[in-house]
């Protein structure tokens, strides 16, 4: 798929950067060139021979190094690739992108491109979670940059949580997927899927029967489209889907925040079944059972997550479609919501008992519009998915 494509890969320092010669073995087995370039501390980690070996190309690693300058300045260099990729990212290389800075090769080349540019950070858990570095991913993610990963998992440092390097086939996909040709290429699209957990205790939580399914095959079909894809999901049975940037959280609240975070986006998809309701004070101990006593739980009501986007100015997408799981009187119900929501269409199904449609696989959806309410008949979801995304990719003008 990478035939005849030449990716300019940026390998910065850190200990993820040994990763990056798996992925320049697998790119070129694509077909791909690949025109390798180290900042300085990625030379701590991996030398210029061994990349250089892989790719079969020189390395690029100094700004002033005037014979490179007269065979092929950093100019050019910057824009003779169909793809910037950085792999790994550091906290330091993204301030650098996301406030222009150009002291170096690595950050001069970001600077002088008008190539497509994608990266794949790496860091600490805390430097990844630390308001700078998320207000510099906004930054990078308006400027037009797709972001692959992080990972949560164990760290070198023994810490855990997000901030590891995705793994080398997610980037490959990705990268794939960003040249490849399709009709919703370019455009950033938002998918909630799953339930979500709202903590009564530290043990006991209220949910709802979601297995994620649908909302992992839109996700699919969306990004087989050619779409970029954020894919927020609370805590769902199904397999996360490959390819597209997974976040994972719990609750209501915790979703809210990941949705907002993400704009702007082309299109949204509100396919999780989020929480009406959450405990209003968990507890942060376990709630002892006590003979003859019943704990008295207060409730509050979450966020409208679907409501507020629809709502909003700018930021809002041109598509928001929301999901609407219905018992009884399915359109009726649905039409209203979507009347009430401000989304631009509602996807309804019966999830009564007798139907199998929730944990199942096949699902039976009327899509309701302006035009009415349009009955689609029952198949897999993964069949429901590649119809809604056609007809996203045909609104979206793709």
């Known amino acids: 798929m990478l035939s005849g494509k ?16 798996e992925l320049i ?54 824009r003779v690739a169909d793809l910037v ?39 600490n858990v805390r430097m990844w979670e630390h308001p700078a570095t998320q207000r510099n991913l906004a930054t990078l993610r308006g400027d037009g940059v797709t972001v692959v990963g992080p990972d949560a998992g164990d760290m070198a440092c023994g810490e855990y949580g997000p901030g590891r390097l995705v793994e080398v086939p997610q980037i490959v996909a990705a990268v794939e997927r960003a040249l490849a040709d399709g009709p919703l290429k370019g455009r950033r699209v938002l998918v909630t899927s799953g339930p979500t957990h709202e903590p009564i205790d530290p043990v006991r939580y209220i949910a709802n029967r979601s297995s994620g399914a649908q909302g992992t095959a839109i996700a699919e079909a969306l990004r087989d489209l050619g779409a970029e894809v954020v894919f927020v999901t609370g805590p769902a049975e199904k397999a996360r889907p490959t390819g597209v940037e997974v ?40 709630i002892k059972k006590q003979a003859g006593r019943l704990p008295v739980l207060e409730f509050s009501e979450n966020p409208d997550i679907l409501a507020e986007v629809s709502g909003l100015g700018e930021e809002r997408p ?28 509602i996807v309804a199904n019966d999830v009564s008992p007798a139907t199998g449609i929730m944990g199942g696989s096949e699902n039976a959806v009327v899509l309701i519009s302006d035009a009415g309410a349009e009955a689609w008949p ?19 003008g793709a």
Do not use: N
């Not at 002033?64 to 065979?71: G, I, R, S, Y």
């Not at 919501?337 to 631009?344: F, L, T, V």
């Not at 029952?378 to 979206?396: H, P, S």
């Open 247 to 286: 976040i994972e959280v719990e609750s209501a609240l915790e979703m809210r925040a990941a949705v907002l975070g993400a704009l702007p986006v082309a299109a949204a998809v509100f396919a999780a079944a989020v929480a009406d309701w959450r405990v209003a004070q968990a507890s942060s101990s376990k």
């Open 6 to 21: 030449r990716i300019l890969l940026i390998i910065s320092g850190g200990i993820a950067a040994y990763k990056a010669l």
């Open 85 to 123: 990729l950085v792999a790994p990212a550091t906290a330091d290389l993204m301030a650098k992108m996301a406030h222009g800075f150009a002291g170096d090769l690595a950050s001069t080349l970001l600077l002088a491109t008008d190539t497509p540019v994608m990266i794949a950070p790496a860091m």
């Open 25 to 78: 073995r697998r790119l070129r087995e694509r077909g791909s060139a690949v025109t390798p370039v180290l900042t300085p501390s990625a030379r701590e980690f991996v030398t210029p021979l061994s990349v250089s070996a892989l790719a079969g190309e020189k390395v690029y690693t100094d700004l002033f190094d005037l014979t490179d300058e007269a065979e092929m300045g950093h100019i050019q260099l910057s």
């Open 318 to 345: 041109g598509l928001v479609v929301g999901f609407a799981a219905e018992t009884d009187d399915v359109v009726a119900h649905a039409t209203a919501k979507r009347q009430r929501k401000g989304c631009d269409w």
């Open 378 to 396: 029952r198949m897999g979801k993964r069949a429901v998915a590649e119809r809604l995304a056609a007809r996203i990719a045909e609104a979206l």
